[in-house]
């Protein structure tokens, strides 16, 4: 029984529950000989099972667990609750929010980039890792949205300018977006939209990002000969795609 091979394949598939269209990720195994359902972070439904069971059994598999499985992907996140001290991811990083009344002094510095990006007076302010957010409570939330897209704004632009000059390409159109799953995409026209929530993510995992929707230019499609324009333009991918996966649900939080 030595050197035998373990057959794989995954793939997206989706099943009718109590009236809700529920999409999950099949796994098969020939190592395998049970079947296993798990819901992963962000609400992902993972099957794992034998390689194979015929889809007739798995779908009864689903409807046996579907209360179990409806219960859990249809909770309400927890809503934030935006207030002094809360801890915000930033380029990989953790910020302290310091929620300031205006009279408080208020430090120099003007950005993350040095970069003046139409500041008022209660606009937030990083310094270090504490992102200082004068002015009153209720508009908080408006308020730290707005500065994470001003910076999201900036340094994807300075990212793509410098990803292009480095391949020697020109650097296409682009725009924020504010996608609820997506990072990225390319329109049939060209134009590249980058999700602002990218600017919480590690430099590696933006870059990474970046870098896939640059190939779509040449592929426009998943194929392995688009994953080897992606490792050309972006050695050390494979690290950044994982991060980026696993970090995922927490970027997409606000
Ligand atoms: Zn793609």
């Known amino acids: ?144 949205m707005l500065w994470y897209r001003q910076q999201a704004g900036i340094w994807l632009d300075q990212r793509l300018e410098h990803l292009c000059r480095e391949q020697g390409i020109a650097q296409p159109a682009w725009r924020l977006s504010n996608a609820r799953t997506r990072w990225g995409s390319l329109s049939p026209a060209g134009v590249v939209s980058l999700n602002w929530r990218l600017i919480k993510a590690s430099p590696e995992e933006i870059d990474y990002v970046i870098c896939h929707e640059l190939a779509h230019f040449r592929q426009r499609n998943h194929s392995a000969a688009f994953w080897a324009e992606v490792a050309r333009l972006c050695p050390g991918h494979e690290s950044a795609r994982r991060r980026l996966k696993e970090h995922g649900p927490h970027y997409f939080e606000f």
């Open 1 to 144: 029984m030595k050197n035998r091979r373990i057959h794989r394949t995954e793939e997206s598939a989706s099943i009718h529950l109590a009236g809700h269209d529920v999409a999950y990720t099949l796994k098969r195994s020939s190592a395998r000989r049970t079947l296993a359902l798990g819901l992963r972070d962000g609400g992902r439904v993972v099957v794992n099972a034998p390689f194979r069971l015929p889809r007739g059994h798995i779908d009864g598999f689903l409807r046996q667990h579907a209360d179990w499985l409806l219960q859990r992907l249809l909770r309400q996140p927890e809503p934030m609750i935006w207030r002094d001290g809360m801890v915000l991811p930033l380029l990989g990083r953790e910020l302290r929010l310091v929620h300031r009344g205006l009279a408080g002094p208020m430090p120099s510095q003007l950005s993350l980039f040095d970069q003046d990006v139409g500041q008022d007076a209660e606009s937030p302010v990083l310094e270090g890792d504490r992102l200082i957010c004068p002015g009153g409570r209720g508009s908080l939330e408006a308020r730290v």
